[in-house]
């Protein structure tokens, strides 16, 4: 009793010292987490509620919170996950609805059917979803992850210990950042780091490097001349130099620290204690009088905010020979800064709802992105540089570096991206996979088809949105033609087992029971599985009759080949393996069926029978339909070996009039054969067909270089 008044007491200060009301809920909230924690104990040997109440000190002392959902929330954040007898609906019957919304998405994934990885992925997508429709979430497991990781040194467990600060270092740190939170992503990266065993090595170095910057005779020049420079202007001012922390260093791509990661090693921050944004301007001015600018790399994100609120003034100029980042911003600019998306509970949240929109898109894209984990992360991970585009009207768009067209459509709306046929950019027409550079004026234009997608196109974006977009149509896509596929095989299947009509088994009793014994919803749920090779279209009949066959059924003994009419290459559906490059056309072509699509490979490629161990049970044999013309033609990059260029010459030039041959180039050329590219361009599957058979001789060898491209 006398640990549980301490904590209670010191619960009470803070809410007098801080004014925070109504305090009755909160104190109520904190008696419900003391129970429901009674007797657990964290990694330190300290009680439990000690983190509950570390969080709730963090949100109000640090990050200025006094909602007090957010707050009787932060106390709850665990129970659920660490009390069994405390549930969601628990939470809403003492303290309503939204407060165990916010608990709801704090609380981890328990599935335990699934491995650990598998959870961890499902928890972050249901944080990122939960969020977008209570921000209040995403603050609550940052202040949770910041206090976990100050306290990391407590657990002893080291691989634990790596685990929660890559989980820091890959998800929560640039999230702050997302949400513009930069002293907390700061922190996060500075204390995880050092618990990455790649890293430990190098990190005395590089802190030894940052504190030598920060002493340096030159960053002392810098700060000097700008502050003797400033005195011209006649108002309040301070310089801030600030050294890159650590996680400026660290490469997320090669999970390494180096030195040379950091685009430059200090920045300087000017704040200026007045309300009037045009001496911003003026102090502008003297810093490029003072200093050598950088050639376009002012951004004024004081005339164009960025959709977080942020505004300042930056430009990069030049001193010996170093570059450095200077900012320039009033005090309410740099309280902006320091608090990002927070200044809405700090001040009026309800204020302005403009800047809202781009954070919970992200977020909603995030939770609802059909990716693996490790995509995630990376998407989460994307540059902070940002440049500029302008609408044809003028508006201003910021993007993250090496943004796409279609980044753009996006980021304007989604049914524009969704529509995006192609671009006007600087009166020029590009493709909606061409990359934009800074200052592009952008016009989209609208086709009424739907974006034709692929996973190519996926990596190309850079936004969250974009990208979670295409990953949704791709996904959407592949399932269609998975449940085509999936019905041609089961129609094949029951053929050779003597049932002619399809609709009568489909339709039947029996296939209703054999849908609800597999929980399956309806017939295209399992025609899709089939298409996607997590189930054999035999099942149907094994459950229909059982092992007795009837008399006029064919014999099975034998498995029996599937195969499966094309008639396009569909992008992000059909796939051409590297390890025996087949050609489309090809004769005796087998497929593997997954839930990534078709892929394509020679019947005698071995790397099917031995690299993946499949069997014939997992193989349908390609059959092409040479009389359809594709809907766009395919250009392939081809190279020819073993045949002189005399006899490459008179083979093509034998060939249909349709087959348009763009390049031939000649690559290597000795004694005893030459190598040859060429790019040709084919309109059908018989064009590819006369193609391959113009090169008849058993030696020449006909490989595919480099990728299909969809024109």
Not at 334 to 344: H, V
Not at 675 to 680: L, Q
């Amino acid at each position: 009793m006398l640990f549980q008044e301490n904590y209670n007491n010191s619960l009470k200060k803070i809410i007098d010292d801080y004014s925070i009301k109504p305090d009755d809920i909160i104190l109520e909230a904190f008696q419900f987490a003391y129970n429901a924690h009674m007797n657990q104990k964290r990694k330190s040997g300290e009680p439990y509620i000690i983190h509950p109440l570390s969080v709730f000190e963090i949100l109000v002392k640090e990050f200025g919170l006094k909602d007090p959902y957010i707050l009787v929330a932060s106390l709850l954040h665990d129970c659920v996950e660490d009390s069994p007898k405390v549930t969601k609906s628990h939470i809403a019957k003492q303290f309503g609805e939204d407060i165990a919304l916010l608990v709801d998405g704090c609380t981890k994934m328990i599935k335990t059917n699934l491995s650990k990885k598998s959870r961890t992925e499902l928890t972050h997508k249901k944080i990122f979803l939960t969020a977008s429709r209570e921000i209040g979430v995403m603050i609550i497991k940052l202040a949770d992850r910041l206090h976990n990781i100050r306290t990391l040194d407590s657990l002893e467990n080291s691989q634990k210990k790596h685990t929660i600060a890559e989980e820091t270092v890959e998800v929560y740190a640039p999230m702050a950042a997302k949400l513009n939170l930069f002293p907390l992503k700061r922190e996060l990266y500075g204390k995880a780091i050092p618990y990455l065993e790649q890293c430990r090595k190098e990190i005395p170095k590089i802190r030894k490097f940052i504190a030598e910057i920060y002493k340096s005779k030159d960053t002392s020049e810098v700060n000097s001349l700008i502050e003797e420079e400033l005195k011209a202007i006649c108002i309040p001012f301070k310089v801030r130099p600030r050294p890159k922390d650590l996680g400026a260093y660290y490469s997320h791509k090669k999970k390494t620290i180096n030195i040379n990661n950091a685009e430059n090693q200090i920045d300087f921050t000017i704040v200026l204690d007045t309300t009037d944004i045009l001496n911003c301007y003026k102090v502008l001015g003297l810093i490029n009088k003072a200093f050598i600018p950088v050639p376009k790399s002012i951004r004024d994100y004081i005339a164009n905010p960025k959709p977080n609120g942020y505004k300042s003034l930056h430009c990069r100029v030049t001193y010996k020979k170093y570059s450095y980042l200077i900012k320039i911003r009033t005090n309410d600019m740099d309280r902006w800064a320091n608090y990002g998306f927070l200044q809405y509970w700090i001040m009026d949240k309800n204020s302005d709802k403009s800047y809202w929109v781009e954070i919970i898109d992200t977020l909603a894209s995030l939770g609802e992105y059909k990716a693996s984990g490790t995509q995630i992360r990376t998407t989460l991970q994307t540059s902070e540089e940002e440049m500029f585009v302008y609408s044809p009207k003028r508006d201003i768009f910021y993007l993250p570096k090496g943004s796409i067209v279609l980044d753009f459509a996006y980021k304007i709306h989604s049914e524009i991206g969704n529509k995006c046929e192609y671009a006007i950019v600087n009166g020029q027409k590009v493709k909606y996979s061409t990359q934009l550079k800074d200052g592009d004026t952008v016009l989209i234009i609208k086709t009424d088809a739907d974006l034709d997608v692929d996973s190519s196109l996926e990596s190309l974006c850079r936004t969250v949105k974009a990208k979670a977009a295409v990953n949704r149509k791709l996904q959407k896509k592949l399932k269609e033609y998975a449940t085509q596929i999936g019905k041609a095989l089961l129609i094949n299947e029951l053929n050779m087992q003597g049932h002619v009509v399809f609709e009568e088994i489909i339709n039947s009793e029996d296939f209703s029971n054999f849908l609800n014994y597999y929980q399956m919803s309806d017939a295209s749920q399992f025609f899709m599985r089939i298409g996607q090779d997590l189930i054999s279209p035999k099942i149907l009949n094994f459950y229909i009759n059982g092992t007795n066959k009837k008399k006029d059924q064919k014999k099975n003994n034998e498995i029996q080949p599937y195969s499966i009419l094309i008639s396009q290459i569909e992008k992000g559906v059909h796939k051409f393996s590297q390890c025996c490059n087949p050609f489309p056309g090809e004769k005796n072509l087998i497929a593997t069926l997954s839930e990534r699509g078709v892929s394509f490979h020679k019947d005698k490629c071995q790397d099917l029978f031995n690299r993946y161990n499949l069997t014939n049970h997992n193989l349908v044999h390609i059959k092409w339909n040479y009389e359809i013309k594709w809907k766009a033609p395919l250009i392939f990059d081809i190279i020819i070996k073993n045949a002189s260029m005399n006899s490459i010459f008179k083979a093509i030039s034998q060939l249909n009039e349709t087959i348009q041959i763009h390049k031939i180039e000649k690559l290597v050329k000795n004694v005893k054969s030459e190598t040859a590219r060429i790019i040709v361009e084919f309109e059908n599957f018989m064009d590819s067909s006369l193609f391959l058979n113009s090169f008849d001789s058993e030696s020449i060898s006909i490989e595919q270089y480099g990728r299909i491209q969809l024109e």
